[in-house]
Nanobody
Framework: QEHFKESGGGLVQPGGSLTLSCVLSRSIFGNYPIGWYHQAPGKQRELVASITHISTTTYADSVKGRFTISRDNAKNTVYLQMNSLKPGDTGVYYC??????????WGQGTQVTVSS
């Protein structure tokens, strides 16, 4: 079963915006806090934002004030609104449980490229 399905990535110029979506399976949504993770080329995956079932949020320092995580319970979906994008935001974005990702449930991720 596919638990996490990410979409919404693309190519954007520095300063631009994107909104990523993560559709979660019913068995996951509501049972785990969810995080968005960023894997830059050649680097390890890192948490950039998380949200609990009551919409308590956390952000990495590098994205505070630029990214916003939210959820739509009716759609089993978690979003990541990304504004003021920088070249360092380039990479693949994944969603998974937080703080303990489900190791065999990583999705394909969605590629974000910030370049002029």
């Amino acid at each position: 079963q596919e638990h996490f399905k990410e979409s919404g990535g693309g190519l954007v110029q520095p300063g631009g915006s994107l909104t990523l979506s993560c559709v979660l399976s019913r068995s996951i949504f509501g049972n785990y806090p969810i995080g968005w993770y960023h894997q830059a080329p050649g680097k390890q995956r890192e948490l950039v934002a998380s949200i609990t079932h009551i919409s308590t949020t956390t952000y990495a320092d590098s994205v505070k004030g630029r990214f916003t995580i939210s959820r739509d319970n009716a759609k089993n979906t978690v979003y990541l609104q990304m504004n003021s994008l920088k070249p360092g935001d380039t990479g693949v974005y994944y969603c998974n449980a937080h703080p303990y990702p489900i190791l065999n449930a990583w999705g394909q991720g969605t590629q974000v490229t910030v370049s002029s």
